[in-house]
């Protein structure tokens, strides 16, 4: 069994481990929440990675239908690439830092609106089927230079959000050195690489997709939520 039980989810691939978020690596985020993070009690930009835990029962798949938590009527998708490793990664420098990469997945970060940035959103971000990922991994070389990569998020077939990974503060490779400087990464783990602020919201009923070309596309319907 792999480490966080992924073989009990057929259709995860094998690779799939622990998925780790990260929020404020991006330019538009950074700067929408800039007069917060430069106030009481942060006074400045963060100096080192931000993570947040998706836990294994937030994995969906493809073409699953999300149920929202009770009383909860709106939520936000995030759509994000995620950097899956290849093998137990510590201290990486950033010059050799991609050669400790798998390949790449696409996710949906789905998220109930929240305001505080003083306490971690588990309930918002660690809800069942919080984190539908696609079911294959785009290895490097058929993707190539990753910060070239557009990520478009859907909501009814429209597209509703688009960034480029060309503004992430930290790449991939200075994201994956940063990250492990502090904590050891190993084979399956997951980097979502951002959750770029203004995500749009959808509600029961629609039809929500991420879409990174030449890595893929998830989609899903967001259900009723749970009485």
């Given at each position: 069994?792999?480490?966080n039980?992924?073989e009990?989810?057929?259709w995860v691939?094998?690779?799939i481990?622990?998925i780790?978020?990260v929020?404020?690596?991006?330019?538009?985020?950074?700067?929408?929440?800039?007069?917060?993070?430069?106030?009481?009690?942060?006074?400045?930009?963060?100096?080192?990675p931000?993570?947040y835990?998706?836990?294994?029962?937030?994995?969906?798949?493809?073409?699953?239908?999300i149920?929202?938590p009770a009383?909860?009527?709106?939520?936000?998708?995030?759509g994000t690439?995620?950097?899956?490793m290849?093998?137990?990664?510590?201290r990486?420098?950033?010059?050799?830092a991609?050669?400790?990469?798998?390949?790449?997945?696409v996710a949906?970060?789905l998220?109930l609106?929240?305001?505080?940035?003083y306490?971690?959103p588990i309930?918002?971000k660690?809800?069942?089927?919080?984190c539908?990922?696609?079911?294959?991994?785009a290895?490097?070389?058929?993707?190539?230079?990753?910060?070239?990569?557009?990520?478009?998020i859907?909501?009814n077939?429209?597209?509703m959000?688009?960034?480029?990974?060309?503004?992430?503060?930290?790449?991939i490779a200075?994201?994956?050195a940063?990250?492990t400087?502090?904590?050891?990464?190993?084979?399956?783990d997951v980097?979502?690489?951002?959750?770029?602020a203004g995500?749009p919201r959808?509600?029961?009923?629609d039809?929500?997709?991420?879409?990174?070309?030449?890595?893929?596309?998830v989609e899903?319907?967001i259900?009723?939520?749970?009485?």
């Open positions: 069994m792999s480490q039980g992924a009990e989810i057929p691939p094998a690779e481990g622990n780790y978020g929020i404020l690596n991006d330019e538009e985020t950074l700067a929408r929440y800039g007069a917060a993070l430069t106030g009481e009690p942060y006074k400045a930009e963060p100096s080192a931000v993570l835990f998706k836990p294994a029962n937030t994995i969906a798949r493809d073409g699953d239908e149920a929202l009383r909860a009527e709106i939520v936000e998708v995030y690439l995620g950097v899956v290849a093998r137990e990664t510590c990486a420098e950033e010059t050799n991609l050669a400790h990469v798998r390949g790449y997945i949906a970060d998220t609106p929240h305001d505080s940035l306490r971690p309930i918002e660690c809800f069942d089927g919080a539908p990922i696609g079911s294959e991994i290895d490097m070389q058929s993707v190539g230079d990753a910060s070239t990569l557009e990520v478009r859907l909501v077939g429209m597209v959000q688009r960034w480029a990974l060309s503004s992430l503060r930290r790449g200075k994201l994956i940063d990250v400087g502090f904590m050891t990464l190993y084979p399956g980097l979502l690489v951002a959750a770029v995500a959808a509600r029961a009923g039809i929500v997709a991420v879409e990174i070309p030449r890595v893929g596309r899903n319907r259900g009723g939520a749970i009485p």
